[in-house]
């Protein structure tokens, strides 16, 4: 038999500050860039341990963070969880109504505020039922002007406190340690809680040589906001591994993120499509250095060829297309090619890489069409199902657990072909595949097409109401500046008639201005049927 140690954040601060304690996290806050090495980190997240203690949170109690990607919130993602708390990490971009409800439904006793998010909060602060603490972080030596009630300033709250509070290792693994709401697409958002287990595991999974890597050689900066599903597991497998982490802070923009790669020498970054599309544009410029990247990881929502393309042959920029959700942490696929598979031709290669990849160790799938498995020919169409255990097996006290999980498996709403070497490809999901005459058509291959045009920016493909059909698709298209106005439908039409059978091709383009898109950078599908709805509506 083997020794059985829980596994906990608590540890994983402990070896950092042990091992690596000259190395750093560079912070980008309002004021500038702050830089602390992971020993004086150690001794600010113990502090934050010690002054939560002091306001009289204890073991269970579930703390919120309304904040940007900085240090004081890495503090957050230790020191919470250092007293036996639940990080619950709020998204800053949800609607008000979102924002109290999730607050009151995970029944936060305190929040960690950035001050310049404060005005969000006090929107909805007489609708809060729970939160006993509102603590401002800023650089600012002074509190924020508020109307809010019980605020504490985050640096003169843990400058009183023990920088050598005894961090909770001896607590059980199963333990949450966080949580984080996904937006549902009807209804309210869904709790999803990570145990401590679930998260060291996930880190693990995050440094193997076919994931992501992650060393103790790299500059990682997670460009995917805290916010969402832990930025990826990132802050956290880069302090375990005593990564330097870079933490880009509030309203990056394109220009910022350049210029970070390049000052900071980052060796690798994650982030969804449209966070890369708009650093290509950045990139094409030609005035930055960004030798330094081994990887770009991309997930969230399908990553373009074209988009690949342009960062590995234009840019020499590694690329690595992923997938995962909140409900699994949310490290599932990455997609790499096997060593057999290195003699395929470039546009092969690019085929393969496109696809969200297959699982890693430590996550097992299953693909169920209406009839069962499906064949692994990357044809047949069905449902992806995941287990694993960083894989949630619940909503946080919610009636929807029952549709999602089933028989130990969680039914993704994901619908996916999968190849002979099981990789899986997204065609949809559940609610957004067009069924066109009885066939499932996927929105997502014909957007994919038409942003390998070189006039396309971004296209969205939704399906309408059809009397004959039941439903046939629609292409919504942005096109790059400099083309708008001299491409046409019948040449986006005819690019796409070579690439798929008849019925596959859009009814109609529509070009609009921009792409609805949710807190989090995906398209926003139902904005825009329902947009879609209104014109067409106002044009018969
Ligand atoms: P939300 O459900 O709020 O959009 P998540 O981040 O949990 O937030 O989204 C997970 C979903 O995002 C997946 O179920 C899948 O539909 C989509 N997704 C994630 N990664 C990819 C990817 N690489 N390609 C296509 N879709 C993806």
Same mark, same amino acid.
């Not at 150690?42 to 203690?53: F, Q």
């Given at each position: 038999?083997?020794?059985?140690?829980?596994?906990?954040?608590?540890?994983?601060? =402990?070896?950092?500050? $042990?091992?690596?304690? &000259?190395?750093?996290?560079?912070?980008?806050?309002?004021?500038?860039?702050?830089?602390?090495?992971?020993?004086?980190?150690?001794?600010?997240?113990? +502090?934050? @341990?010690?002054?939560?203690?002091?306001?009289?949170?204890?073991?269970?109690?579930?703390?919120?963070?309304?904040?940007?990607?900085?240090?004081?919130?890495?503090?957050?993602?230790?020191?919470?969880?250092?007293?036996?708390?639940?990080?619950?990490?709020?998204?800053?971009?949800?609607?008000?109504?979102?924002?109290?409800?999730?607050?009151?439904?995970?029944?936060?006793?305190?929040?960690?505020?950035?001050?310049?998010?404060?005005?969000?909060?006090?929107?909805?602060?007489?609708?809060?039922?729970?939160?006993?603490?509102?603590?401002?972080?800023? !650089?600012?030596?002074?509190?924020?002007?508020?109307?809010?009630?019980?605020? %504490?300033?985050?640096?003169?709250?843990?400058?009183?406190?023990?920088?050598?509070?005894?961090?909770?290792?001896?607590?059980?693994?199963?333990?949450?340690?966080?949580?984080?709401?996904?937006?549902?697409?009807?209804?309210?958002?869904?709790?999803?809680? %990570?145990?401590?287990?679930?998260?060291?595991?996930?880190?693990?999974?995050?440094?193997?040589? !076919?994931?992501?890597?992650?060393?103790?050689?790299?500059?990682?900066?997670?460009?995917?906001?805290?916010?969402?599903?832990?930025?990826?597991?990132?802050?956290?497998?880069?302090?375990?591994?005593?990564?330097?982490?870079?933490?880009?802070?509030?309203?990056?923009?394109?220009?910022?993120?350049?210029?970070?790669?390049?000052?900071?020498?980052?060796?690798?970054?994650?982030?969804?499509?449209?966070?890369?599309?708009?650093?290509?544009?950045?990139?094409?410029?030609?005035?930055?250095?960004?030798?330094?990247? /081994?990887?770009?990881?991309?997930?969230?929502?399908?990553?373009?060829?074209?988009?690949? +393309?342009?960062?590995?042959?234009?840019?020499?920029?590694?690329?690595?297309?992923?997938?995962?959700?909140?409900?699994?942490?949310?490290? *599932?696929?990455?997609? /790499?090619? &096997? @060593?057999?598979?290195?003699?395929?031709?470039?546009?092969?290669?690019?085929?393969? +890489?496109?696809?969200?990849?297959?699982? *890693?160790?430590? *996550?097992?799938?299953?693909?169920?069409?209406?009839?069962?498995?499906?064949?692994?020919?990357?044809?047949?169409?069905?449902?992806?199902?995941?287990?694993?255990?960083?894989?949630?097996?619940?909503?946080?006290?919610?009636?929807?657990? !029952?549709?999602?999980? /089933?028989?130990?498996?969680?039914?993704?709403?994901?619908?996916?072909?999968?190849?002979?070497?099981?990789?899986?490809?997204?065609?949809? /999901?559940?609610?957004?595949?067009?069924?066109?005459?009885?066939?499932?058509?996927? @929105?997502?291959?014909?957007? #994919?097409?038409?942003?390998?045009? #070189?006039?396309?920016?971004?296209?969205?493909?939704?399906?309408?109401?059809?009397?004959?059909?039941?439903?046939?698709?629609?292409?919504?298209?942005?096109?790059?500046?400099?083309?708008?106005?001299?491409?046409?439908?019948?040449?986006?039409?005819?690019?796409?008639?070579?690439?798929?059978?008849?019925?596959?091709?859009?009814?109609?383009?529509?070009?609009?201005? =921009?792409?609805? &898109?949710?807190?989090?950078?995906?398209?926003?599908? +139902?904005?825009?049927?329902?947009?879609? $709805? $209104?014109?067409?509506?106002?044009?018969?």
């Amino acid at each position: 038999m083997m020794m059985n140690i829980p596994l906990t954040l608590s540890a994983m601060v =402990e070896h950092a500050e $042990k091992y690596f304690s &000259k190395k750093e996290i560079v912070s980008r806050t309002a004021s500038g860039i702050t830089r602390l090495t992971y020993g004086e980190s150690g001794k600010r997240i113990r +502090r934050l @341990s010690s002054a939560l203690t002091m306001l009289g949170m204890k073991q269970g109690d579930r703390i919120g963070t309304f904040a940007w990607n900085h240090h004081r919130h890495l503090e957050a993602y230790f020191g919470i969880p250092g007293i036996g708390g639940i990080l619950h990490t709020i998204n800053i971009r949800l609607s008000p109504n979102h924002i109290s409800y999730i607050i009151n439904h995970a029944k936060d006793k305190a929040l960690l505020i950035d001050a310049e998010l404060l005005p969000l909060i006090e929107k909805v602060k007489d609708e809060l039922t729970t939160v006993e603490a509102f603590i401002i972080m800023t !650089d600012e030596k002074t509190l924020p002007e508020t109307t809010i009630e019980n605020v %504490y300033h985050y640096e003169q709250l843990i400058e009183q406190a023990d920088d050598r509070f005894e961090l909770l290792t001896n607590i059980d693994e199963n333990a949450p340690a966080g949580m984080c709401y996904t937006s549902a697409t009807t209804g309210n958002p869904k709790g999803v809680v %990570y145990t401590h287990r679930a998260i060291v595991l996930h880190c693990m999974a995050l440094g193997l040589a !076919d994931s992501a890597a992650i060393s103790e050689s790299d500059v990682a900066m997670p460009v995917v906001p805290m916010f969402h599903v832990n930025a990826w597991g990132l802050p956290f497998a880069a302090l375990w591994f005593g990564t330097t982490q870079v933490l880009p802070g509030p309203m990056v923009t394109p220009t910022i993120l350049a210029e970070l790669i390049e000052q900071e020498g980052v060796t690798i970054t994650g982030g969804v499509p449209t966070i890369w599309m708009a650093l290509l544009k950045e990139l094409d410029t030609g005035k930055y250095d960004t030798s330094s990247l /081994r990887a770009v990881l991309c997930g969230g929502a399908a990553a373009p060829k074209g988009m690949i +393309r342009a960062f590995e042959s234009k840019h020499k920029i590694p690329f690595i297309h992923a997938y995962g959700m909140t409900e699994t942490s949310p490290l *599932v696929t990455f997609s /790499r090619l &096997k @060593s057999y598979q290195s003699d395929l031709e470039e546009e092969d290669r690019l085929e393969v +890489r496109s696809k969200q990849g297959y699982v *890693v160790p430590g *996550v097992d799938m299953k693909v169920m069409g209406p009839n069962g498995d499906v064949k692994w020919d990357g044809k047949e169409m069905g449902e992806l199902l995941l287990r694993g255990n960083w894989v949630a097996d619940e909503y946080y006290q919610d009636e929807r657990t !029952d549709e999602a999980f /089933r028989d130990g498996w969680l039914h993704t709403g994901d619908v996916v072909t999968i190849d002979e070497e099981g990789s899986i490809k997204i065609v949809d /999901r559940t609610k957004d595949l067009i069924k066109s005459g009885g066939e499932w058509i996927s @929105s997502v291959d014909i957007e #994919n097409a038409l942003m390998t045009h #070189n006039s396309v920016f971004e296209a969205s493909v939704v399906a309408i109401p059809h009397d004959e059909w039941q439903e046939r698709p629609i292409a919504c298209v942005v096109l790059k500046d400099e083309m708008k106005g001299k491409v046409t439908k019948e040449e986006l039409l005819a690019f796409l008639k070579p690439q798929f059978v008849k019925w596959w091709i859009p009814d109609d383009i529509v070009f609009m201005d =921009e792409i609805p &898109k949710t807190s989090v950078g995906k398209f926003l599908k +139902r904005a825009l049927r329902e947009q879609l $709805k $209104k014109q067409m509506n106002t044009t018969t």
